[in-house]
């Protein structure tokens, strides 16, 4: 006797089916959630119910901002030595680099290019629409035959992909197959992207990598795990803008994050008003100490001993003026390192706080010989320190001045590109 049709057999099926899993809809949902695409659409042959959520189609990019992408794109340079930096850019510091490495370098030239979402912009050569990185194969295929045809090196920032999703949104895919075509590969890390949470936390005392603090702390250790395993995996030259992140890569060489001084010198001394003002400005809080910061700060306000304030949200050109009118710069107070904004704020002249490891500020001195001119405070003794500081402002005074030398002599970008030198002549 011939087999019926797989289809009637199914039809013949429905009506029981259906009778028999209508009870026990919300199991059968978290059930199929698990199974093979194939196998649930059986079951919703069978049963007639429906539960997988149909996801909207992604819109296309506009051809305007394609058009846009395309039209920004900048020439080559024309020098034998080619770099391109992308595709992250935080503070500008991928944008610095490249110009330091033109500057102070013989025979290089360099494009940066960032993937900019929405808010402040920092200068890059190319800003690209973040849609138009992330969403178009159009623009990722051209960018990608720009840079392989025309440069010689790429420095990869923060582990991120320079092509949007071309190759798998895998910076590590795309540093092979650069290499594969004969350019020169070398990656920059800028903090949390390779900064592991346990070992932090070892190192640390103050560490904001806690999870009672940080619901996703696992979620970036895994993140971190993946980043670390596929520099290990690209065995490549890598570099870290700040020096604890040496504590999480050991083989890589510190390239020193740059400010600008000529867009930071201010002619007023700090410390000289009646009520000195103090400013912290965190990017992040709960990586800065912010909460600690505002209590301490709070008190003394409070106290008429000085004024206060914290600053968010506010444009590159408006930190500018708001750290040449300060009088004391309160940085970070949990990371054990430094970055941008206390150089910004060295550079300016001002008494910078902050807390710096023992063992990172003698990293610092080993660059250049230079003692790091930051206030040592932590968590626990913001309001001692600060207390101390305004009752003896001459040495206040003797720490500020010391700061826009040493800033010139590590973070005007003069110092990073003799480290990128080494990359870029090979």
Known sequence: MARAPRRLVLRALRGPVRALLRPFRPQVKAVR???PRRADHYIARLGGVQTRAIRPAVPPVAPELVEQARAGRPPVPETPTRLYVAPANFAGQGWLWARAAERQLPGVGAVTMVGIPSGFR???DHHVPEQVYLRSPEWQREQFEYVRQNFTHALIEAQRPMFGSLLSLNAFTEARVLTGYGLRIATIAHGRDVRLPSLHRENYPFSPYVREEW???DVLE???RRNLAGLASIDMPAFVSTPDLLDDLPGATWCPVVVDLALWETPEAPMERAKPLAVHMPTSSKFKGSEQV???????QDRGLLEYRRIEGVTPEEVRRIIGSADLVLDQFRLGSYGVTACEAMAAGRVVLGHVTEHNRQRVQEANGD?????????????EVVLELLDDR???????AQGPGFVRRLHDGSYSAKVLSTFLAS
């Open 294 to 300: 505002d209590e301490a700060m709070n008190d003394l």
């Open 122 to 124: 920092f200068p890059s």
């Open 371 to 383: 003692e790091l001119p930051i206030v040592e405070a932590t968590v626990e003794n913001i309001r």
């Open 394 to 400: 001459e040495r206040a005074q003797k720490i500020a």
């Open 222 to 224: 895994r993140q971190v």
């Open 215 to 217: 619901a996703d702390v």
């Open 33 to 35: 959630r698990r199974l």
